[in-house]
């Protein structure tokens, strides 16, 4: 798969798995999606995007949060449930 991703562009976290029925699959989160923020903070590696969604997670006041992802040439934002 081709990702148009500007030179010194920060590249972000490529999903390999997207389990389905789950709130990401739900929320259209698709295998090799290029996650580029979590809830408008820009995505530099894996462990980041963890430790990103745990905060997440973790916050009970929080029911979704926003992923803006790259699918070839395109930019979408997803919305997804965490409870």
């Not at 930019?75 to 409870?83: E, G």
């Amino acid at each position: 798969m081709k990702l148009d991703i500007e030179p010194g562009e920060t590249p972000g976290v490529i999903t390999s798995f997207v389990k389905t029925n789950s709130n990401a699959h739900t929320g259209g989160a698709q295998m090799g999606d290029l996650i580029k923020e979590i809830d408008g903070v820009p995505v530099d590696d894996f462990d980041q995007a963890i430790a990103l969604i745990e905060e997440l997670q973790a916050n009970d006041s929080q029911n979704d949060f926003v992923l803006l992802v790259a699918r070839g040439a395109e930019t979408s934002v997803l919305r997804i449930a965490l409870r």
